[in-house]
């Protein structure tokens, strides 16, 4: 599918969202008497929703095939070579260079390679026995996490060298004061402090059969970067949302360093004013770049909760390039945030890029031929090092229950 017919696509299904809401809104107000409805009706609402789910899926699916699209095409082939150097591209050094791209790939599909290819690899050879891949490949693979990670797309994303990163914040600031005439100024200074960013180890393992391996059709770069992206990428954002800090990083929803409690429901039930409660409880700075995160079913909840106008706060786009929104504001959702439950925090608003995504440079992929050797298969291990942690907690707010 083009990506012109990508959009007519995208517009269609916009289209038929808008008007299967305006149905469902319709039937959800006409059949709710004192904040409840009968069995069938409750059955027929839900797969009224099921239906904007579902359509709400395929929108977004659209919208990343297209992103991508955009992204592949405005970066063209990478550029290899130095500026007015004479070099060509393609001469470019370490593993940047074409002959250790060539040599990385002939040593991950064949287990007797060269000696040639060995000289070629000791530039990306790392400590554990394993190589580095080449910078065109790390970005592809970069590339299939943020297809797979949500979170990756709302934070700040930097690439360290090795060792922590110190990130300072300003944990207290100063403020100004009105001065009689010939009076002194008086000193107000900021206090600074300090977030350090470290680098956990994340992995997963890969297994291919000989026979897929020995296959020139078999395109062995995709199927590693599709599989990398899922499963480290879901690992990754599991992190970001709950993860302790344990040898992970540090997840916003965590109760120690992650994102601070703006406002505490009396039930799970949550009203317009629980909503309207964390929109204000977030200062105005961050309340203007504020996006919303939560799970699937509160998302559910929330599309039958109204304002105090009547009208629902959750609206569908209809338009390209215009995200869902919730009273004015674009929202997120991850099966790994927490649903909404008595003692727990469920739903979070504000400025995520001040949660840091720390990537230590260099993915690492080192192929194991004995270990699955029995079943006719070759093994891969596929690592990398990252951290993440919110840098300024009250950028962001939750939303807790009693």
Do not use: C
């Amino acid at each position: 599918m083009t990506m012109t017919e990508r959009m007519q696509r995208l517009t269609a299904l916009r289209q038929e969202r808008a008007a299967k809401w305006d149905t469902a809104r319709t039937f959800l107000d006409s059949k709710t008497h004192n904040g409840r409805m009968s069995e069938a009706d409750a059955a027929a609402y839900e797969t009224m929703e099921k239906e904007l789910t579902d359509l709400g899926n395929d929108i977004a699916r659209l919208e990343r095939a297209n992103e991508m699209e955009t992204a592949m095409n405005a970066a063209g082939d990478p550029i290899l070579g130095e500026p007015h150097s004479g070099k060509a591209a393609g001469t470019g050094t370490g593993t940047a260079s074409a002959s250790y791209k060539q040599a990385f790939w002939d040593a991950i599909r064949n287990k007797h390679y060269t000696a040639a290819v060995q000289n070629a690899l000791q530039v990306g050879t790392d400590s554990e026995g394993g190589y580095l891949v080449p910078d065109e490949f790390e970005r592809q693979l970069i590339e299939a996490l943020e297809e797979e990670n949500v979170f990756r797309t709302l934070a700040t994303v930097i690439t360290t060298a090795s060792g922590d990163r110190k990130i300072p914040i300003v944990s207290d600031k100063g403020e100004a004061s009105w001065i009689d005439e010939e009076g002194t100024f008086p000193l107000s200074d900021d206090t600074f402090g300090q977030k350090s960013l470290g680098a956990y180890k994340v992995g997963t393992a890969l297994k291919v059969s000989t026979e897929l391996l020995n296959d020139a059709a078999f395109d062995l770069e995709a199927y590693i970067s599709r599989e990398f992206g899922r499963r480290l990428g879901a690992k990754e954002e599991e992190a970001f949302w709950v993860g302790d800090g344990k040898s992970k990083p540090t997840g916003i929803f965590n109760a120690t360093d992650g994102a601070e409690t703006g406002v505490t429901a009396a039930s799970a039930s949550v009203t317009f004013d629980d909503m309207l409660d964390l929109y204000y409880s977030l200062k105005s700075p961050y309340r203007k770049k504020g996006t919303w995160a939560m799970n699937d079913a509160t998302v559910k909840a929330l599309r039958k909760v109204k304002d105090t106008t009547g009208q629902y706060i959750w609206q569908p786009s209809v338009v390209a390039g215009v995200p869902d929104m919730i009273m004015n504001r674009p929202y997120v959702t991850s099966s790994y945030i927490p649903a909404l439950a008595s003692g727990k925090t469920g739903i979070a608003f504000g400025d995520f890029s001040y949660y840091w995504i720390g990537d230590r440079q260099g993915i690492t992929f080192k192929r194991l031929d004995e270990l699955f050797s029995m079943t006719g298969q070759v093994g891969f291990l596929a690592s990398k090092r990252v951290d993440g942690k919110l840098i300024l907690p009250e950028a962001v707010k939750l939303l807790a229950v009693k």
